[in-house]
């Protein structure tokens, strides 16, 4: 758990902070929220007003609830830089200006993630976000993470104990609340609102009895996002499914009228749950990102779901519409109990 002495960082840092915030009250950023919102209420814009991107598609935990532990491409790769640089690029000059990394893996284990982060900026966007389990966050990181600008910066852990974080993502919980201290620590220091912290927690059959000590915890330092587990996939095992979920299925779904999930080998597809490439949109290799999300096969999908008229299975079974498929892939519970191993990029 945080330690007791950082109560005050909320309070501190309300009372000093002026610069980094102002980020959030300028005309340009009131402009893209406004874009964001009306896009996420099913408003059909000609761009992604977010764009998701596997910087690094590698992670260094086996969490038992994540859909990467039971596909067959699961090796570590990574996006070129130039074609990161050609994505960020077209994104932003076409009106993008939200960014999420590492989607399906560990942010910080591009060494080039800062980099990366200046070089969005330099181009437009405003709203950056990064994804981590912690694992990396030493008080030297934690400072380029404070300093980097980024407006959001979440921490998953799926867990209220040590014990539990062992079952369920099978790494060091001391270490993953120490890289959050720390980041804490550096907004307290340096008095700076951003980035905002987010702590996350799946809900599943492992880890549910804790989910209210962690809400209760957590709440006092930084937002807190609960969700229940769900096999938006068909591919995770039943067995981690809640013995009373509250999920209900959705008669439409909003993400492809808002966002763009890029690959890291350029793969795009309408968001980050369609972790297999089912409806591939393009390849931004071949194609204008612009001229991607304006596709037939774009369009169609986003038709699909303003008509409430959901024909493809990809969605459905998302959505909840149809059961959930299991398409012969591993449904046993994988081993977690081992140490955090060295990434091989192919």
């Not at 340009?28 to 009306?38: A, C, I, Q, S």
């Not at 893996?105 to 912690?134: P, T, V």
Request: with cysteine; proline share 3%.
């Amino acid at each position: 758990m945080i330690k007791k002495d950082m109560k005050s960082y909320t309070v501190n840092v309300a009372k000093g902070a002026t610069s980094r915030i102002d980020l959030l009250e300028t005309d340009e950023w009131l402009k893209y929220r406004d874009v964001y919102n009306r896009a996420v209420s099913g408003e059909e814009f000609d761009y992604p007003i977010h764009l998701e991107i596997d910087n690094i598609y590698a992670c260094n935990l086996h969490c038992v609830h994540c859909a990467r532990e039971y596909i067959e491409d699961f090796g570590a790769k990574r996006m070129s830089d130039d074609l990161y640089r050609k994505v960020i690029k077209e994104a932003a000059a076409i009106g993008t200006r939200s960014l999420g990394f590492a989607v399906w893996g560990e942010a910080l284990l591009d060494k080039k993630i800062f980099d990366k982060i200046a070089y969005a900026k330099s181009c437009g966007i405003i709203d950056i976000r990064l994804h981590s389990n912690g694992l990396l966050i030493n008080e030297a990181v934690a400072e380029k993470i404070v300093d980097s600008g980024i407006s959001w910066f979440s921490v998953s852990l799926d867990a209220a104990t040590p014990e539990t974080y062992q079952k369920v993502r099978g790494g060091d919980f001391n270490k993953a609340i120490s890289g959050m201290t720390n980041i804490i620590s550096v907004k307290l220091r340096k008095l700076s609102e951003l980035p905002r912290l987010r702590v996350s927690f799946v809900k599943c059959s492992i880890n549910e009895h804790e989910a209210e000590l962690f809400s209760t915890h957590y709440s006092q330092y930084c937002e807190v996002a609960i969700q229940e587990y769900y096999d938006a996939n068909g591919i995770l095992p039943p067995h981690l499914q809640l013995e009373n979920p509250t999920f209900s299925p959705k008669e439409q779904c909003f993400e492809n009228f808002y966002k763009a999930y890029v690959k890291y080998d350029g793969t795009v597809v309408p968001c980050c749950e369609d972790i297999r490439s089912k409806i591939v949109l393009g390849n931004v290799n071949q194609s204008t990102l612009h001229e991607i999300y304006n596709s037939p096969v774009a369009k169609n999908l986003r038709q699909e779901h303003k008509s409430k008229k959901i024909q493809n299975k990809t969605c459905r079974v998302c959505m909840g519409l149809d059961s959930n498929f299991h398409e012969g892939v591993a449904t046993q519970n994988i081993k977690v109990d081992i140490p955090i191993r060295p990434i091989e990029f192919s």
